[in-house]
């Protein structure tokens, strides 16, 4: 008998934890039906932190110096033969460019190979002709003072175009530019002289803008950028 009630006493031990079970099963959801638009929480929220300054105490970085195409200051062409008309017309081009030359052999920089030197020495002081690699020269207010600087070019190799600038400080040729460039044109807008490249894609350019630096005195880089080549810059010049 006893053996008997050990069975009997489990199973009415069950009966009554599975009513308990359904009774509170049937309270939770009665509660939710009752409470189904009431918010519910999401959980602690992270706090929010402010900015950090990383390294405090370390000294800035000193503002960089501007861009200079390869000339940081006025070179004075002293060989050249003073004008004191203050008209840079009035000296030749050709001997401007012959005393660069010098100059930058004196430094131990030459630009240009023995023959191409030679070649120029030969027609410098007939500059455009069909054969000689000179430049007709330009004239055109760079520096914004109303008068005109002198703009050499010189084709150098296949491809390449050197263009020397010069101004007159108290009567003395001094040279304002010195670039190297594979132009697809050049040109002088609003006193700056921009040089216009081809892109690494078809129809695109990149535009080096060169601008008078009134504090180094010498033209240096203002703005290099790239898009789409203009109509008017699809003709190659300059070369």
């Known amino acids: 008998m006893s053996h008997v009630r050990g069975l009997r006493r489990p199973r009415a031990l069950v009966r009554a934890v599975a009513l308990a079970s359904v009774v509170a099963g049937?309270?939770?959801l009665l509660g939710g039906c009752g409470q189904a638009?009431?918010?519910?929480?999401?959980?602690?929220?992270?706090?929010?932190?402010g900015p950090a300054e990383l390294w405090p105490g370390s000294k800035?970085?000193?503002?960089?110096?501007?861009?200079?195409?390869?000339?940081?200051?006025?070179q004075p062409l002293t060989a050249v033969p003073r004008v004191p008309s203050g008209d840079i017309r009035k000296?030749?081009?050709g001997s401007v460019l012959l005393a660069q030359i010098d100059a930058d052999k004196r430094r131990?920089?030459?630009?240009?190979?023995?023959?191409?030197?030679?070649t120029i020495r030969s027609c410098a002081d007939k500059p455009g002709s069909g054969s000689c690699p000179v430049r007709a020269p330009e004239?055109?207010?760079?520096?914004?003072?109303?008068?005109?600087?002198?703009?050499?070019?010189?084709?150098?190799?296949?491809?390449?175009l050197i263009i020397y600038a010069y101004t007159l400080k108290h009567g003395v040729v001094t040279s304002i530019l010195g670039s190297t460039s594979s132009p697809q044109s050049v040109e002088v807008a609003d006193h700056k002289l921009v040089i216009h490249?081809?892109?690494?894609?078809?129809?695109?350019?990149?535009?080096?803008?060169?601008?008078?630096?009134?504090?180094?005195?010498?033209?240096?880089?203002?703005?290099?950028?790239?898009g789409r080549r203009a109509p008017a810059s699809a003709t190659p010049s300059g070369r």
């Open 26 to 28: 049937t309270a939770v």
């Open 37 to 49: 638009s009431a918010p519910k929480s999401a959980g602690h929220a992270a706090p929010v932190t």
């Open 60 to 74: 800035p970085a000193p503002a960089a110096s501007p861009a200079t195409g390869g000339q940081e200051k006025p």
């Open 91 to 93: 000296v030749s081009a």
């Open 108 to 118: 131990d920089q030459p630009v240009f190979e023995e023959n191409e030197e030679r």
């Open 139 to 160: 004239y055109h207010d760079l520096t914004g003072d109303g008068k005109d600087e002198l703009i050499v070019g010189v084709r150098s190799g296949s491809n390449l």
């Open 197 to 226: 490249e081809p892109g690494d894609a078809p129809g695109y350019e990149s535009r080096t803008v060169y601008a008078w630096d009134a504090r180094h005195q010498v033209m240096t880089i203002q703005d290099v950028g790239y």
